[in-house]
Nanobody
Framework: EVQLVESGGGLVQAGGSLRLSCAASGFTLDDYTIGWFRQAPGKEREGVSCIDNSDGSIYYRGSVKGRFTMSRDNAKNTVYLQMNSLKPEDTATYYC?????????????????????WGQGTQVTVSS
């Protein structure tokens, strides 16, 4: 059974940091493109970052570039999202997701509709 489990969320003050983890079971993370998404109350879910398994490229949405870093530990079958300089607008439930390759349209690599498996999410709250 394919399973993704996120952890590491919490409450942090603006300017602080958190590291989210996404542990996979039932499949090998390295065989899939893995993405981080988030959904704030009343808003649509949006792509935050992803690792393209075909070449290891990492993509970020513009608002998190320079603040968030995505990485992968194949030995632990886990991906991470290091979030620094957090802002109140980063408050959301964060999800990791897996996309069965190949990525057919690179422009849609951060589109949630492209992803096949989802975790249950972890809440991140940034206070001002």
């Amino acid at each position: 059974e394919v399973q993704l489990v996120e952890s590491g969320g919490g409450l942090v003050q603006a300017g602080g940091s958190l590291r989210l983890s996404c542990a996979a079971s039932g499949f090998t993370l390295d065989d899939y493109t893995i993405g981080w998404f988030r959904q704030a109350p009343g808003k649509e879910r949006e792509g935050v970052s992803c690792i393209d398994n075909s070449d290891g490229s990492i993509y970020y949405r513009g608002s998190v570039k320079g603040r968030f870093t995505m990485s992968r530990d194949n030995a632990k079958n886990t991906v991470y999202l290091q979030m620094n300089s957090l802002k109140p607008e980063d408050t959301a439930t964060y999800y990791c997701a897996a996309l069965i390759p190949p990525v057919e349209v690179l422009a849609r690599i951060l589109d949630e509709a492209e992803y096949d498996y989802w975790g249950q999410g972890t809440q991140v709250t940034v206070s001002s």
